[in-house]
């Protein structure tokens, strides 16, 4: 069993559409949360950053973090045809100080907003 | 700033070739990580690189080895490539300085096939 959980889709949705998307972890060390975003033929770039548990709102992006049932959620509202990408979900044990922040991701589920 | 870059941008080896590649960062970060990315698997770990002098191995170390020529340079060298290695392979870099300590940045990526 993978230590991180990403449904691949592909997942397509109508313009102005709610997203969610979503990852389950079994690691319960893990404390600092990510989603990238990756467009085709491009590197990741960050896009939310989380620690702990709790919401953190950015436009019209939305991270949750569950940490007790080891689940955590990107919303995307009012849909647009540029958050076309693969979103990819990341955690780290450990930040800060000489240790190295190791991530884990999940596989990348590929979303396709069409018009 | 250029951030993350990574040359070559494509290559095609032939079985049993080597071939190096290489990375560099321009924000002057401590850790330096070489990733690859293959269909459904996500971004896998191969080797990172802590701090200047220090490398260690990753998730799928296994037909790479890796220097870190100084702080700024990261290389990723396949001694004799196989078809297994064909892959798109991404470096990335962090700072543990800040608040932020597990953000990692990418490069745009290295598209390699081995025939």
């Known amino acids: 069993q993978k230590e991180v959980e990403q449904d691949p889709g592909p997942l397509s949705v109508p313009e102005g559409a709610i997203v969610s998307l979503n990852c389950t972890y079994s690691?319960?060390?893990?404390?600092?949360f990510m989603w990238y975003r990756q467009y085709s033929r491009k590197g990741p770039e960050l896009l939310m950053y989380?620690?702990?548990?709790g919401n953190k709102e950015d436009g019209r992006f939305t991270a949750q973090v569950d940490k007790s049932s080891k689940y955590i959620s990107l919303f995307i509202r009012d849909s647009q045809p540029s958050d076309s990408a693969t979103y990819l979900c990341a955690m780290s044990a450990n930040a800060g100080g000489t240790s190295y922040g190791k991530l884990t991701f999940g596989q990348g589920t590929i979303l396709t907003v069409h018009p | 700033n250029a951030g993350v870059t990574q040359t070559p941008k494509f290559q095609v080896l032939k079985t049993g070739q080597s071939m190096t590649l290489q990375c560099a960062q321009d924000?002057?970060?401590?850790?330096m990580y070489w990733y690859r990315q293959d269909p459904g698997m996500g971004l896998r770990l191969i080797y990172y690189?802590?701090?200047?002098?220090?490398?260690d191995k990753g998730e799928v170390p296994n037909g790479y080895n890796v220097s870190r020529l100084n702080k700024r340079e990261f290389s990723l060298r396949l001694e004799s490539a196989a078809p297994s290695q064909t892959s798109v392979y991404f470096c990335a870099s962090s700072d543990h300085s800040g608040a932020r300590t597990d953000t990692q940045y990418f490069g745009p990526g290295t598209r390699l096939t081995v025939l």
């Open positions: 924000m002057n970060h401590n850790s």
């Open positions: 690189s802590a701090s200047e002098g220090t490398t």
């Open positions: 690691n319960s060390a893990f404390q600092y």
């Open positions: 989380t620690y702990s548990s």
